[in-house]
């Protein structure tokens, strides 16, 4: 029996769950989209996004050709400043661990588009894409890979570690799942003081195994919270399969477990993406949490230094030809909404907008070492240890 | 000055400072329609309602993540862990996140979370429900972690921590609940970091926290009387940062000193204070520091085991002489100096 808060705030309430995921990714009945029709024939995992768009029928047009424009600008500047990311790790300009969105921009632009200027967002260490999609300027997210001091975290993030309080960018997280309690907890104090943003909380495939995520979306559904749980679903851990790590593989279908709204949805459709985020959106604004599960494809390995050997040379053909970048923008130009010239004109941009970031994160000095203690604490407290590595506790510390 | 229990001046504080500061919320396990396992919540629900005391599933990194990110916005959630070893479900949440959010992001993002939570052992709980590992927290910078031993500081250091921007692990104790002292009506808050001499003296430093300081001023006060040993006690109150001047002014004081904790000995709290001493007060030791700790044992449920295993008074006791028969300080009853270190069925 659904509660009343859920009968009262949702109108899908008593839908069946495929129905509702349907609504949720295809309001208008018009949008491709990959939700798998249950049934005995109903595969182990949703397919791969290329195969499932070149099963549906072109859609209807729905948003302006300006809209269909900038979704391919925000690809390509997610796809050229991750190409440039990775180019700076092989010339050592970056340390530690390098996570890309190659592949998932689509998913990364259609879920940013739905998200109002004041929502907070919550994410994983793969979130590059996602901070230049909330806005942040290109410049500060390259400085922050440099560990330089203009860098979007000052320094102290790198690549996994994206923060920007205006931008309500809370976090990129490097521990796996560690962020759903978190973005819970946002929505928890929104719901408190009774404010009308909302959280979105994207995290890996993996991520659906860890406690974390069971008990984050439990309380999120009990308490009625406004937070949209995201899966990115890239079908791989770093190389472990999603059906060797769910024994439910159609994600998705875990928001039943906390009778939550659930979709499925095709991740190399911008607009399909925004379209089911805004539902996602809309109903978590209401007062409900909402569980949207992304497919998509990573194009490269797991971070940077991963070859990726445990994919056959089929399936790298297979995402090279159905690379959601180029395919996209095919589509444009066979739709006549972008043509050469105009996809000339977009990558000389992005390219400035590139190289710029690029220049600007190697002019941007290191954080000083003056500074290494500056943020232990909000609080000054006395006491606190202030000392270097070999510096005695007590006498001369220089 | 009103006389009260540590549990009520616990409870009267919660209520005070939600009643203070609206963003002032409390999360966890029971401690609302149940009134809280150990009752510090008591009458709360009733008073703030469910949006204020707010019970949780059985889900400690859920809901101790989820104080996080609503500290991260700006709420203040006191959350109730119901005994330390509970906290070990949450440890991602308070060691990979609450610790690390501010630094992390460059100082963008405050955590001004409290968990309360009770450590202790000695009422038969057994091997998983009876560990102080308080030292995992004071472990990690980032955390401060701060310790009460009376009902003044319970709401002297509840205060400090619940107006405090940085996440507070604060240390309760099973034993302490009941215990009763005089407790200021103002509301003066305690400042995080600064331990407290609480009976000076100059023969031996004795130096404890949470029940053991309470240990260490009652057996400081049966010597004094019985021995006329003239003992200075420091009550630690802060683990995280550690107070590690007044600690080495003492010993540089008096010489000698004894660490009393009731966590493991290997690696514990008082390794840590013995190292502090060796670094600010090496020329001044007569004797070296000695440490009363717990057995390195998983602790057991049977009555004798576990009363063995706990550090007890006469352990203290024995431990002090043979400290200052090192430094060759002659009591006035000698003849009582005891040779063995066996505690078996010693009582308290």
């Known amino acids: 029996m659904a509660s009343q808060a859920r009968q009262r705030r949702n109108p899908a309430a008593g839908k069946s769950e495929a129905a509702a995921a349907q609504d949720a990714v295809a309001p208008s009945g018009t949008v491709p989209a990959a939700v798998p029709e249950p049934g005995a024939d109903e595969p182990a995992v ?4 290329a195969s499932t768009v070149s099963a549906t029928t072109a859609p209807a047009p729905r948003v302006s050709e300006d809209q269909l424009r900038q979704y391919y600008k925000d690809m390509l500047l997610v796809r050229r400043f991750e190409e440039r990311a990775a180019r700076a790790y092989t010339e050592a300009l970056i340390g530690g661990y390098c996570h890309l969105n190659l592949g998932e921009e689509a998913a990364v632009v259609g879920l940013m588009a739905a998200l109002r200027p004041t929502d907070y967002l919550f994410t994983n260490y793969r979130e590059h894409g996602y901070a230049l999609q909330r806005g942040i300027d290109p410049k500060k997210v390259m400085a922050e890979l440099y560990g330089r001091v203009d860098g979007v975290s000052k320094g102290w993030g790198g690549s996994m570690h994206m923060f920007d309080v205006t931008h309500r960018l809370l976090g990129g997280y490097g521990i796996v799942g560690g962020q759903l309690p978190l973005a819970t907890g946002a929505a928890l104090a929104i719901d408190y ?10 995290m890996g495939d993996g991520t659906a195994a860890i406690g974390a995520f069971h008990e984050s979306l439990n309380i999120a559904a009990l308490w009625h919270l406004p937070v949209v749980f995201v899966v990115i679903n890239n079908h791989l851990g770093m190389g472990t399969t999603v059906e ?3 024994a439910e593989p159609h994600l998705y279908k875990r928001g039943a477990a906390y009778r939550m709204d659930a979709a499925v949805v095709d991740g190399f459709d911008p607009e399909a993406v925004h379209v089911a985020a805004t539902t996602a959106a809309e109903v978590a604004r209401s007062g409900r949490p909402y569980l949207l599960e992304v497919v998509t494809e990573r194009l490269k390995g797991h ?3 991963d070859p990726a050997k445990y994919r056959t040379a089929q399936e790298n053909e297979r995402l090279k030809a159905n690379d959601p970048v180029a395919t996209y923008g095919a589509r444009l130009m066979a739709d006549g909404v972008l043509d050469e010239l105009d996809i000339e004109a977009l990558e000389k941009e992005i390219a400035e907008v590139v190289a710029d970031a690029a220049a600007f994160a190697a002019s941007s000095p290191s954080p000083s070492v003056e500074t290494l203690f500056d ?14 590595p070999g510096q005695p506790l007590f006498g001369e510390s220089s | 000055m009103t006389i009260m229990t540590y549990r009520q001046a616990l409870h009267d504080t919660l209520r005070n400072e939600m009643l203070r500061d609206d963003s002032v919320f ?3 396990e029971e401690i609302g329609v149940f009134e809280g396992s150990y009752k510090i919540t008591a009458g709360l629900l009733s008073e703030f309602g469910p949006k204020r005391v707010r019970d949780t599933p059985i889900a400690e990194e859920g809901f101790t993540g989820a104080a996080v990110g609503a500290a991260m916005l700006g709420l203040r959630p006191v959350v109730e ?11 991602d949440q308070i060691v990979n996140h609450a610790a690390k959010i501010y630094g992390m992001f460059g100082g963008q993002a405050k955590v001004p979370l409290v968990i309360r939570t009770p450590g202790g052992g000695g009422q038969q709980l057994g091997a998983t429900h009876s560990q102080n590992i308080e030292l995992y927290y004071a472990f990690v910078p980032g955390m401060k972690v701060v310790a009460p031993s009376t009902p003044a500081d319970a709401k002297a250091l509840l ?3 619940i107006r405090d921007d940085d996440p507070v692990l604060f240390l309760e104790n099973l034993a302490l609940y009941n215990t009763k002292g005089d407790v200021p009506d103002a509301d003066i808050p305690a400042e995080i970091g600064r331990a407290a001499v609480t009976r000076p003296g100059r023969d031996l430093t004795l130096i404890g926290y949470s029940r053991m300081a309470h240990v260490a001023a009652e057996v400081a006060a049966q010597l004094a009387t019985t021995e006329g040993i003239d003992i200075e006690v420091i009550d630690l109150r802060s683990l995280r940062p550690l107070d590690r001047e007044t600690i080495v002014e003492s010993v540089r004081k008096t010489h000698a000193a004894v660490v009393l904790e009731d966590d493991w000995l290997t690696y514990g709290i008082g390794a840590e204070i013995a190292a502090s001493i060796s670094d600010g007060a090496f020329d001044y030791l007569d004797a070296p520091v000695r440490r009363v700790a717990m057995a390195e044992v998983p602790m057991p449920y049977a009555k004798p085991l576990e009363t063995a295993a706990l550090p007890s008074r006469y352990d203290v006791i024995t431990a002090i002489r043979q400290t200052l028969a090192a430094v060759g300080y002659r009591t006035s009853s000698q003849a009582s100096t005891v040779s063995g270190a066996s505690t078996v069925g010693a009582s308290q």
């Open chain 1, 303 to 305: 971070s940077v230094v």
């Open chain 2, 81 to 91: 862990i119901m005994t330390i070893n509970f906290s070990l479900l949450a440890l």
């Open chain 1, 375 to 388: 943020y232990t604490y909000a609080s000054p407290v006395p006491n606190d240890s202030r000392r270097l």
């Open chain 2, 159 to 161: 205060l400090a921590a």
């Open chain 2, 26 to 28: 409390l999360m966890g």
């Open chain 1, 46 to 49: 949703p397919e791969s996004p």
């Open chain 1, 193 to 202: 003081r009774g404010e009308d943003d909302i959280v979105m909380c994207t």
């Open chain 1, 244 to 246: 060797h790590s769910a």
